[in-house]
């Protein structure tokens, strides 16, 4: 099972920007993706997930929005009015059951990571 992330890149603060990640291996319509952040010097955080329903953390709910695309078992992020404080690197995660988790412990695979940066 692998997944890769792509899109990331340089943007300017009020941009935006979608991400995607393809998974390989397996199908993943009976499963939870996901998206956690990583902010130089600070711990990995959650993102957003969809399985059976979505979750946004509150950081970005209204600005982010996560889909998936269970034929070409892809999720995606799409980010507006993106904020200095939205740069890290963004790394896609899997889990095998539709109940949504928050957690990094929760997911058994991850993808590389794409480098998002927002400039003010």
């Known amino acids: 099972v692998q997944l890769q992330a792509f899109g990331g890149g340089l943007v300017q603060a009020g941009g935006s920007l979608t991400l995607s990640c393809a998974a390989s291996?397996?199908?993943?319509?009976?499963?939870?993706m996901a998206w956690f952040r990583q902010a130089p010097g600070k711990e990995r955080e959650f993102v957003a997930a969809?399985?059976?329903?979505?979750r946004h953390a509150d950081s970005v709910k209204g600005r982010f929005t996560i889909s998936k695309d269970n034929a070409k078992n892809t999720v995606f992020l799409q980010m507006a009015s993106l904020k200095p404080e939205d740069t890290a690197i963004y790394y896609c995660?899997?889990?095998?059951?539709?109940?949504?988790?928050?957690?990094?412990?929760?997911?058994?695979?991850w993808g590389q990571g794409t480098q998002v940066t927002v400039s003010s």
């Open positions: 995660a899997a889990r095998w059951s539709t109940v949504v988790a928050t957690t990094l412990e929760a997911y058994a695979y």
């Open positions: 291996g397996r199908s993943f319509s009976s499963s939870t």
């Open positions: 969809i399985g059976r329903d979505t």
